[in-house]
């Protein structure tokens, strides 16, 4: 029987460790368009592969061919969004961007109400002078 039992695991922890590092569970990925509804927008493939499910480590592109077909369809790229000039984005550009956070950024500055007006008072009697300026980088030093 003790033999019995050693061969049948020597079996056993073979299949076990060939089926962890080779073995791939095929699932459909269905992508809903987020309202009450639910109805399905695209769906496809998923593979699943245990090796890495096991050793907690996962591709950045596990659904890649989902992505890549969305991109065909679609009639821009990341390369044809506009770009800041810089680092950090100008007034200019802050202006040009529809973003209600640079909205209410420009209206604390460009306020024409009544609080505005106190803070302007305010102001003018402290000193207080608030001017956009380019943000100014150091030289960096080649090694």
């Known amino acids: 029987m003790y033999l019995l039992k050693k061969v049948y695991s020597l079996i056993n922890n073979h299949y076990v460790r060939i089926f962890n590092q080779y073995s791939v569970y095929t699932s459909m990925l269905r992508v809903s368009n987020g309202m009450t509804d639910e109805k399905l927008t695209d769906?496809?493939?998923?593979?699943?592969?245990?090796?890495?499910?096991?050793?907690?480590r996962f591709a950045t592109?596990?659904?890649?061919e989902f992505y890549d077909k969305k991109v065909q369809r679609s009639k821009?790229?990341?390369n044809d969004f506009e770009q800041y000039k810089d680092l950090h984005p100008s007034c200019e550009?802050?202006?040009?961007?529809?973003?209600?956070?640079?909205?209410?950024?420009?209206?604390?500055?460009?306020?024409?109400?009544?609080?505005a007006a106190k803070?302007?008072?305010?102001?003018?009697?402290?000193?207080?002078?608030?001017v956009w300026q380019p943000r100014e980088y150091p030289e960096r030093k080649q090694k």
């Open 43 to 56: 769906k496809g493939k998923y593979y699943l592969s245990t090796k890495k499910d096991y050793s907690a």
């Open 61 to 64: 592109d596990a659904i890649k």
């Open 76 to 78: 821009y790229g990341l």
């Open 93 to 115: 550009e802050m202006k040009k961007v529809k973003s209600h956070f640079y909205d209410q950024i420009f209206e604390v500055f460009e306020d024409n109400s009544i609080e």
């Open 119 to 130: 803070r302007k008072k305010y102001r003018d009697e402290v000193g207080v002078k608030y």
